[in-house]
């Protein structure tokens, strides 16, 4: 594939490969996004309980085909969406066509985004996006950049412990076969206190975190108090 054109190089040419190959069934919820297609009903109403989003403007980070642009935007929000994966983007974009569901879809890296239009956002997705990059925690100071005073910042990825390694790998990639194997590499998963400690350093106030629990027996997902495999955070940008 391509190597995406672009000067900052917080990408793993590697992980955008990985995903524009599973570009073609991204919308097939019983495909290799099926369990992604469970979890969206429960990260859209996470971030619906924390900002009104009728005629809010709202940033998708790393939104793969678009299944949470689409909802955020279904919701009345004025979404704008970026990914680094041609493939990825042209399934959003059609799949927008199908759906008549307004997107604002773009091939761009957040750290330039920031630079173009600082403080333009009233809210800021970034799931199951962080554990893929080289420097999660560039990608959250140039989230934090993005906000208005007072806009939140939506965050999901997994956290480092021996029960994420046999859940979502072990389990989920080999087991279970709901994810491709290779999917995820444990190192790059990430701990609450990370988390919390890059989100101070962008001047961010954690608020929430909150375990995000996928039962495949059920297919479908559901917010739990404990965070050791999946979890969700929001934080908020001061006033």
Partial sequence: ?????????????????????????????????????????????????????????????????????????????????????????????????????????????????????????????????????PDPAAIIRACAELLRPGGRLYLSTLNRTPAAFALAIVGAEYIARLLPKGTHRYRDFIRPSELAGWLRDAGLQLEDVSGLMYEPWRNSARLIPRADVNYLACARKPE
């Fill in 1 to 133: 594939m391509t190597a995406a054109p672009f000067a900052n190089q917080n990408f793993s040419q590697a992980e955008l490969d990985k995903f524009g190959a599973l570009a073609q069934r991204w919308w097939d919820p019983e495909g290799p996004q099926k369990a992604l297609h469970a979890m969206n009903p429960v990260r859209l109403a996470y971030v619906t309980g924390r900002t009104t989003l009728r005629d809010a403007r709202v940033l998708d980070v790393g939104c793969g085909g678009g299944l949470l642009s689409e909802a955020l935007a279904g919701e009345g929000a004025v979404v704008t969406a970026i990914d680094l994966s041609p493939e990825l983007l042209k399934v959003a974009r059609l799949h927008g066509l199908e759906t008549g569901v307004s997107v604002d879809y773009r091939q761009q890296p957040v750290e330039a985004l920031a630079t173009e239009a600082p403080g333009s956002f009233d809210a800021v997705t970034c799931m199951e996006m962080l554990e893929h990059v």
